[in-house]
């Protein structure tokens, strides 16, 4: 029997602070008009006004959103170096509303050449975790560079010097951090001062300096202007990363940086009750866990769910099955055979719901991945089911998840949600002598010996393990919902694991709890990634019963004392007006038109 899910009960979904006291406890110095703003014709959302304002002057301009997608990421590698970059990756969806396009940019970073399987286990057999996420060696090939280029050449309609402009300008000028990136500065300072370059620019005696300028990256974004990407891949600024790679023994030769490819790939789309999901497809696991989360709901005898935290407890379970799957069968599609269409297939999500109990939580170790293989059309004959561990329960590390999401919508109605990071807080630490930008931390996001957890404490498979020119799995989520068959939400999130169930309680808040972007965006989240078995907890995201509730059906509930996602959203609402809501937990901004 297919149930639908009742508003009244899932008004007690993801039940957390009203949206006043989330914007009280997390909104400290940007303006909370800055934060929203409506307008008629485009709209830029970002985790830096700057960045934002100049995408939105882009949009003025007659640029399109892939446009302004390609200039705010060059800006917010400048004013947000802790995530903003050229030195890492991410992915970029992009709708193009005059003939219903959906089409997504991949560029994810890759394992250099000389990476391997045990690059990060010692002669013991150990991990050595610090060398996966800090230095030299923690860096993956990057793909920024190739991935704007490639949506641009593709889709821009503005030159690429145009594009540029505004970054080199915010490089050369005096640039006062604003209060986030002097707390990421605080927080990331024992890595940077390991790698002089990026410390000496920003920190004085220990502390963000109260301003800087940036001139060798200004003169690697003049490099980009004129020369386009040949000069990062092949030219002058390969060999300024080559250098690098040298002098602190890192793995990324020239041959790595020529031979990388953005990729264009097709979009997943899934619906859930009248919505569609337009979301990211592997190597990001962001798009699977989410419609699997979304299916698993869809389907649940929730008519009957009445009692304070049951509807939390269901959601919950269905997320972990979700990560038991993400982590055991999602990879690089073009290395490993994933079962796509059974993790997707209505029938298997009926198998895994049954499993849910409504009034006991599944212990992890009892939780492993399902059978997808068995329901999907072209089970590979030879190939043996991969499993996690799932006995371990790792620590959390304390690492600053450091990704960034920008949404768009132009005049035309082209609407672009891009992702994009350097994995930890200024990746690995290492700034490219003489060229002024941080290099990624990605390769902690490959399963440097499967079974063992990660910065974000994932526990995956052999599915995910390294191996040379392979994209890391990522759980970056850019995402577009449609309603009626017209884009209704652009949104993404930084966070890493954290990034899906954001998106996940945004789209749950606006459609079934029926609030405003603003309030969905700033209500109190929950986080469970099946391993380590722990709900993680924003403060206030808890009714007494709630917790009450979910403690007796078995959670193991952890506060979360500083969040970790943060979501930069647009809705478009019935008469067309756009209305962006940037997330109150970190200091970006709305710029409309
Ligand atoms: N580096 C975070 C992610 O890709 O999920």
Same mark, same amino acid.
């Given at each position: 029997m297919r149930l639908r899910l009742r508003p009244r009960a899932l008004?007690?979904?993801?039940?957390?602070?009203?949206a006043s006291i989330m914007l009280a406890c997390f909104a400290p110095s940007v303006p909370a008009q800055r934060q929203v703003q409506r307008a008629q014709r485009g709209m830029v959302v970002s985790r830096h006004e700057a960045a934002s304002r100049v995408g939105a002057d882009i949009l003025r301009s007659g640029g399109n959103a892939v446009d302004a997608a390609v200039a705010v990421s060059m800006a917010l590698a400048v004013v947000l170096p802790q995530a903003g970059n050229i030195g890492g990756g991410g992915f970029l969806l992009f709708h193009r509303a005059s003939d219903d396009l959906f089409t997504f940019i991949d560029y994810r970073e890759t394992a250099p050449a000389?990476? *391997? @399987?045990?690059?990060? +286990?010692?002669?013991?057999?150990?991990?050595?975790t610090m060398a996966a996420r800090r230095g *030299? @060696?923690?860096?993956? +090939?990057?793909?920024t560079v190739a991935g704007l280029h490639l949506a641009w050449t593709r889709y821009g309609s503005l030159p690429w010097e145009t594009l540029l402009e505004p970054a080199i300008r915010l490089a050369e000028r005096n640039f006062r951090p604003n209060d986030e990136l002097k707390r990421a500065l605080a927080a990331e300072r024992d890595k940077l001062e390991r790698y002089p370059e990026g410390a000496s620019l920003m920190l004085s005696r220990g502390k963000a300096r109260r301003r800087f300028k940036q001139p060798e990256l200004a003169q690697t974004l003049r490099t980009l202007a004129s020369e386009g990407p040949d000069a990062f891949y092949r030219g002058t600024i390969a060999a300024a990363i080559e250098r690098e790679m040298r002098r602190g023994g890192g793995l990324i030769t020239r041959d790595d940086l020529a031979s990388y490819r953005a990729i264009e790939r097709t979009p997943l789309r899934g619906r859930y009750r009248d919505l569609e999901i337009v979301c990211a497809p592997p190597p990001s696991s962001g798009g699977v866990t989410l419609l699997q989360i979304l299916g698993l709901l869809e389907g649940f005898e929730l008519q009957a769910i009445e009692r304070p935290g049951q509807t939390q407890h269901v959601a919950l379970e269905a997320t972990a099955r979700a990560f038991a799957d993400r982590n055991t069968f999602l990879g690089d599609p073009d290395f490993v055979q994933m079962p796509l269409r059974g993790l997707l297939s209505p029938r298997y999500l009926d198998t895994r719901r049954r499993t849910i109990s409504l009034d006991r939580s599944t212990p992890s170790h009892f939780l492993a991945a399902g059978d997808a293989w068995a329901f999907d059309s072209e089970p590979p004959a030879s190939r043996a089911r991969p499993r996690a561990d799932s006995t371990r329960v790792p620590q959390l590390q304390r690492e600053s998840p450091e990704t960034t999401h920008v949404s768009i919508v132009d005049v035309e109605g082209n609407a672009v949600a891009l992702t994009t990071t350097l994995n930890s807080g200024f990746g690995s630490g290492v700034m490219v002598q003489g060229a002024g930008f941080f290099l990624n931390n990605e390769m902690d996001d490959f399963d440097a010996q499967p079974g063992q957890p990660n910065q974000f404490g994932l526990v995956g498979g052999e599915i995910n393990a390294i191996e040379p020119g392979k994209r890391m799995l990522s759980s970056m989520a850019p995402t577009i919902v449609l309603r009626d068959g017209e884009p209704w939400l652009v949104l993404g999130a930084r966070g890493g694991p954290r990034i899906i169930t954001a998106i996940l309680q945004i789209i749950l808040n606006v459609y079934e709890r029926r609030m405003n972007l603003q309030e969905a965006v700033a209500a109190g989240r929950l986080h469970h990634q099946w391993l380590p078995d722990v709900v993680w907890h924003e403060?206030?995201?808890?009714t007494g019963e709630v917790r009450a509730y979910l403690e007796r059906t078995g959670h193991r509930l952890r506060n979360l004392p500083r969040t970790k996602s943060s979501a930069q959203c647009i809705a478009i609402e019935p008469d067309g007006t756009l209305f962006g809501v940037a997330d109150p937990r970190t200091q970006g901004a709305a710029v409309g038109y």
């Open positions: 008004r007690a979904l993801w039940i957390g602070a009203l000389a990476a *391997h @399987r045990d690059l990060y +286990v010692d002669a013991a057999g150990n991990v050595d *030299h @060696r923690s860096v993956g +090939v990057p793909g403060e206030g995201a808890l």
